[in-house]
Nanobody, 122 residues
Framework: QVQLVESGGGLVQAGGSLRLSCAAS????????MGWFRQTPGKEREFVAR????????DYADSVTGRFTISIDNTKTTVYLQMNSLKPEDTAVYYC???????????????WGKGTQVTVSS
């Protein structure tokens, strides 16, 4: 089992920045990839960014490319999502996920955190 806890969400004005953190515990060595997804009411969970365990491979949704950066710390137990130039349409609950496959598909991830709310005001 892997436990994931997100933090860092909040309210920010458009154009501002936030950094989300995801602390992983448990059998973290079993997870080859980590990802961030987001969800708004009535919509499906949407891929935001992913990173492999070594940190050598990353991938982003088109909507956040150039504004968001995913990274992993040296202990491989904390993943970050640096979000710059935030827009009102970035408002969502952001979820951290861990899985065995380096994928942009939500079903490929086995473990999920409970989410952290990000609200961007215009």
């Amino acid at each position: 089992q892997v436990q994931l806890v997100e933090s860092g969400g909040g309210l920010v004005q458009a154009g501002g920045s936030l950094r989300l953190s995801c602390a992983a515990s448990g059998r973290t060595f079993s997870s080859a990839a980590m990802g961030w997804f987001r969800q708004t009411p009535g919509k499906e969970r949407e891929f935001v960014a992913r990173i492999n365990r070594s940190g050598g491979a990353t991938d982003y949704a088109d909507s956040v490319t150039g504004r968001f950066t995913i990274s992993i710390d040296n202990t491989k137990t904390t993943v970050y999502l640096q979000m710059n130039s935030l827009k009102p349409e970035d408002t969502a609950v952001y979820y951290c996920a861990a899985g065995r496959i380096f994928s942009a598909s939500a079903p490929a991830f086995t473990y999920w955190g409970k989410g952290t709310q990000v609200t961007v005001s215009s």
